[in-house]
């Protein structure tokens, strides 16, 4: 995953860390605000997840440590619920007059909750997210219950929350008491889609229900089934990923054309490999793909490795220069089936090959063809696949020439 650490400045003065997740080609089509779940941060690896699929669709995200949390300034104990989404607005802010304004924001937990709220002050918002969110964010007293009557009579107490000890001062506790969720939700005026899981011991189902019934059209409901509150299991977090980033396209004003380049000369391959492993992130022309190993081989096997995607380009190049020859001739192919299998072999034992020593890659091409065709037709077209311009580049001679870049 491509990124940037930054900082920005919060209305207070404070310095709060950011990262910016930015698509392999560094190139975003539109940006998109993440809000971490109460007392977290925003290097929570469901997050990271998340932001890895919305990098696919060319969807940059942004996401930071609320003050007084993980790397950012300031003092927890000082902050409430209003002050978190004076967090977002900054850092909205600060996307807008430094790369572009957010036109999605997605908030997990608590973070839902105050993205529902943010969004009323971010002009630029068209989509927001939440997920395991709170209907009302006094919600969270649960989680410091037992200690309410001692910061009602001390003004504040440490309270342990996910392991960690935190202070909590009683305007935090009038300031979750003075929002009005309801009619912030109704009058949100765009797009939301709400994931939960209906086994969320920690922010219950029925929050969903009332966040859902509350917000007018266009909005969506996403069950996860049996995930956690924290989407623990890498599979929920990339789940809600690939959903979030599909469906927040629709909304964005942008298509995937938009990302294409018209003129073939101007497209580039780009690939990006990150930290340990073989999993490299690839942009063809606007489109994301994966490449990687099987485990055999130390691989974590979440995509095709390089030989199948030069064997998948040879499969398609044959498939698309039968049917172009075939609509010329109007001829009545139906459909073709390419089936590719690459091997290295010993050149000696190679029938029909000049090599005579070391080894060499064997590509063998099974062609199914359907429709009417007469047996002149199909020896034919069995003859056009050699002229597919993939095959000639393999067989032709290819200069690979190499530069580093600063």
Known sequence: MRFEKLTFENDQGDHLAARLDLPVDGQPIAYALFAHCFTCSKNLKAVANISRALNRQGIAVLRFDFTGLGESEGDFADTNFSSNIDDLVAAAVFLEEEYM???ILVGHSLGGAAVLQAALQLDSV???ATIGAPYDPQHVEHLFARSLDDIEAEGEATVSIGGRPFTVKQQFIDDLRSQRAKDNIANLRRALLVFHSPVDNTVGIENAALIFKAARHPKSFVSLDHADHLL????DSEYVGSLLAAWARKYIGVSQEDRKHLDPGDN????????????TEMLAN???????????????NTGPNPYDFLGAGLAACTAMTLRMYADHKKWPLEAVEVRLTHKKIHAKDCEHCEQTD???DVIERELTLFG????AQRQRIKEIADRCPVHRTLESKVEIFTELKD
């Open 101 to 103: 304004a957010p036109s």
């Open 126 to 128: 068209k989509a927001v």
């Open 232 to 235: 623990s299991d890498a599979a």
């Open 268 to 279: 580039q391959v780009v690939a990006r490999l990150e930290g340990s492993g073989f999993r």
């Open 286 to 300: 606007g489109f994301s793909l994966i490449a990687d190993e099987p485990v055999s081989v130390g691989g974590t």
């Open 358 to 360: 070391g080894k060499i």
């Open 372 to 375: 009417p065709l007469d047996e």
